[in-house]
Structure formats: structure tokens, C-alpha cells
């Protein structure tokens, strides 16, 4: 059997678009991850009992379980509760939901390691408390986690590929439909890995580098 | 769910297990190798091992599964399709635990071999004697975690068209339709399985960050 990547070029204009759709849920999936993030670990941080079980529950089902059962059960059960939504937006919400869990994991642990010394000390210089979260708390704590928020922001990247099993717009299902035209699927699916491997490592390059601009110490 | 369904998810779940067991035994042996090479001083042996890491750490695991389940009849092997895609999942738990252990490897004192070395112990025993005892238990709870992922990841097969766990949910929910009942059910399984290896993870992870603290 000889290998023809020529039909798969032939593709590169849908490739190409489905690439995009890859950065745009991984992006927006991201965005939704931060503000579940940071909501689970103000709501942890009230110290009440109900809520901050409910969100350790939810923390520990998501992690324990996989992100393909995770989207089936969102794609059937948003219908049943009345939600209407296109594939590409339930993925986005999945993803939004499934990297949220991760994101509460590592923000609580950034919030954990400045010391309660810092915080009493904003509070006594007369700072509000909603001001001592946020300058004395909350920025210090993202520049000590920002390595690992970005991980996870290349691990969620990854994880859109299991979007077309609902499928979300993206480069997979792309390929997928490019498979069934045309039957080359090694070939695709070499072509789809060669991609994802690109992004990776492009956005793996962009990240850092905004990592050096945005969290270098002291505060520009 | 009858239980005709139920057994037919727990035959799902023995080759959620199966694929696990192969996929975690295959990467400790292979990542055992990746490790050590990595973190070899020649540059012919290390650099193929950052190349094999990264790409599978930067590749999709689905991606990795499909690669490899149309690639290899291609080389001429005529697999079984449980056996494509073990071969992929070996592949990928060995790029991490690499991973892992390089990391584990390097975080043991140099001065432990160049002990070794001073009291004239060969290259080998250095390594596998002194080096690697007190790696292993550097990277446990990283290992334990990988476990996880892998265990989870295993359920990617059932894009493949492989039957585990997943996919006898699919199944199930499309002759039930109780996709809600059927989905919550195999979530619930997963979480039987994974979270007792997330707790002790963690209990190894809080009690060694207690013996670093001392």
C-alpha cells in the first residue's frame, strides 16, 4: 500500500479552519476554566460548609472521571433541562467546566502559599478586604501558578480533539470528514497529529513568552 | 437498566482494566528505558528521547490512538484492534513516566553518585543501586497520578470503535435511552475506580512534602 498525502492537501483550506476552530474552543474553553476557577476558590475560601462541599465534590468527580463521558453527559442531559445549544457550544462548556476543576486545583494552591502573615499585614495598612484579595492575594498567587496555568491551557488544547465525539467544530471532526471523502486515514491523521503537534508547540512558546512579559517581578 | 445492561457495562469495565494494566505495565518497562536514556550525558541518546516526549506530550492521545491503529496494518502487522491500540497507549504512558522519572532521577542529590562513585561501585550500580531507589520514591505520587490519566484515557479507545467501558455505555444509552441514567452509571464506575488512586496519591504526595518540611 503506497501513501498519498495529496488529497489531504488538497484539504489544507478546511485544515486550516479547523485549526482555528481547535485555538478557538481551547480558548474560550480556557476562559470559562478561569472564571469556574476562581469562583470555586473564592467560594472555598468563605469557609461554608454546604458550598465548599459541593465544590470539593465537584472538583473530585470531574478529575476521577473522563472528559469523553464528561461531554455525553452534557451533550444529553442540556436537552433534557431545557438548553438548546449547537455541539460547538456544549463542547465549549465542557471544556469550560472539565478545565475549571483543574483550574480551582491549581488557584488554591497559589492562594495556600501566600502566607496569612501578607494578608493582615494589607489589612492592617487599611486596605479593603476586597482590595487585599485582589493586589496581595490574587496577583501574586497567578505569577506562582502561571507555569502550571499554562499546562493545563496546552493539556485543554489537547483535549479538544475528543470534541468531535459530539461533533463540535474543530480539527478533528474536520478530519474525520475528509477521512470519509476520501479513505486515506492514516494519512489524515498523521497530517492532524503533525498540526496539533504545531500548535503545541507554537502556543507552548507564545505562553512562556507572555509569561516573562506579564509576571516579571517587581510589578511593571 | 436491567441487569443484562449492568453486565454488559462491567464487561466494558474489565477491558477498561485490561487496557490500563497493559498500557501501565508496557509504559513502566519502555519508560524505564526512556528515562535512563534521557537523562544520558550523550547527546545520540538524549536527544531522540526529548523528541519522543515531546511529541507525545504534545499530540492528543486520540490523535495517538488513530495513528497507530491505521499505521501499524500499514507496516504489515495484522493486529487484533485491542492490540493497535495497547500499542499506542504503551507508547504514550512511556513518554510520561519518561518524563517522570527523569525528573525523579535528576532530583536526587548528585552527591549521592559521586558517594557511589568515590566508593567504587560501577556506572550500573550506581544507577540502580543508589540512584534509582531514592527516585522511586521521589515519584511516586506523580506515577500514581499518571495512573489516573492513564485509566481515564483508556476510555478514548471507544472512539476507535473499541468496546470498554465507554463504549458500552454508548451502546447501552442508544438501546435504553436513558443516556442521563446510562452515562451517570459509567461515570460513577470510572470514579469507583480512579478516585481511591487519587486519594492515595495525594496522602503520598501530603506525606512526603511532610518528610521535606523536617
Redesign the interface.
Given at each position: 500500500?503506497t501513501?498519498d498525502f495529496s488529497v489531504v492537501a488538497d484539504a489544507w483550506k478546511s485544515l486550516l479552519f479547523g485549526a482555528l476552530g481547535t485555538l478557538f474552543l481551547a480558548f474560550s474553553g480556557m476562559v470559562i476554566a478561569m472564571v469556574v476557577g476562581v469562583t470555586g476558590v473564592v467560594i472555598l475560601r468563605m469557609q461554608m460548609r454546604i458550598p465548599s462541599l459541593l465544590v470539593t465534590l465537584f472538583v473530585?468527580?470531574i478529575?476521577?472521571?473522563?472528559?469523553?463521558?464528561?461531554i455525553?453527559?452534557l451533550f444529553?442531559?442540556l436537552p433534557?433541562a431545557g438548553v438548546r445549544l449547537n455541539p460547538t457550544v456544549t463542547a465549549i462548556l465542557a471544556l469550560g467546566l472539565n478545565g475549571g476543576a483543574y483550574a480551582i486545583e491549581i488557584i488554591r494552591g497559589g492562594v495556600e502559599s501566600i502566607p496569612k502573615g501578607q494578608t493582615e499585614a494589607g489589612l492592617a495598612l487599611g486596605l479593603h478586604k476586597h482590595e487585599v484579595f485582589r493586589l496581595i492575594v490574587l496577583i501574586p498567587a497567578l505569577r506562582a501558578i502561571y507555569p502550571s496555568l499554562a499546562s493545563q491551557f496546552?493539556l485543554l488544547t489537547?483535549?479538544?480533539?475528543?470534541c468531535?465525539?459530539i461533533s463540535a467544530y474543530e480539527l478533528?471532526s474536520v478530519g474525520q470528514r475528509i477521512e470519509a471523502e476520501t479513505f486515506r486515514?492514516?494519512e489524515v491523521?498523521?497530517t492532524?497529529?503533525s498540526i496539533?503537534?504545531v500548535i503545541?508547540?507554537v502556543t507552548?512558546w507564545l505562553l512562556a513568552a507572555l509569561g516573562r512579559w506579564a509576571f516579571s517581578y517587581p510589578q511593571r | 437498566m436491567g441487569i443484562q445492561e449492568l453486565t454488559y457495562l462491567l464487561q466494558g469495565l474489565l477491558w477498561t482494566l485490561f487496557l490500563t494494566v497493559i498500557g501501565f505495565v508496557g509504559g513502566i518497562l519502555f519508560g524505564i528505558v526512556v528515562a535512563v536514556l534521557r537523562v544520558s550525558p550523550s547527546p545520540w541518546l538524549r536527544i531522540p528521547m526529548i523528541c519522543w516526549i515531546g511529541v507525545f506530550q504534545g499530540t492528543p492521545l486520540l490523535m495517538q490512538l488513530f495513528v497507530a491503529y491505521f499505521g501499524l496494518p500499514l507496516l504489515g502487522f495484522n493486529f487484533p484492534a485491542w492490540a493497535a491500540v495497547s500499542v499506542a497507549l504503551t507508547a504514550h504512558a512511556s513518554a510520561f513516566l519518561g518524563e517522570i522519572w527523569r525528573g525523579a532521577i535528576q532530583a536526587v542529590p548528585s552527591g549521592q553518585s559521586e558517594a557511589a562513585n568515590a566508593l567504587g561501585l560501577p556506572g550500573w550500580s550506581r544507577m540502580v543501586d543508589v540512584v534509582m531507589p531514592q527516585a522511586f520514591k521521589l515519584s511516586l505520587p506523580a506515577t500514581v497520578g499518571f495512573l489516573v490519566q492513564l485509566l481515564k484515557g483508556t476510555s478514548l479507545a471507544a472512539i476507535v470503535g473499541f468496546i470498554e467501558l465507554t463504549r458500552a455505555g454508548t451502546i447501552v444509552s442508544n438501546q435504553i435511552y436513558k443516556p442521563l441514567l446510562v452515562f451517570g452509571v459509567v461515570g460513577a464506575l470510572y470514579c469507583a475506580m480512579c478516585w481511591p488512586l487519587s486519594l492515595w496519591g495525594r496522602r503520598l504526595e501530603q506525606r512526603m512534602a511532610a518528610g521535606a518540611a523536617k
Open positions: 500500500m501513501l473530585e468527580i478529575r476521577n472521571t473522563p472528559f469523553l463521558v464528561q455525553f453527559f444529553f442531559a433534557l496546552i489537547l483535549t479538544t480533539a475528543i468531535t465525539s478533528t486515514s492514516f491523521y498523521f492532524l497529529t496539533y503537534l503545541s508547540l507552548m | -
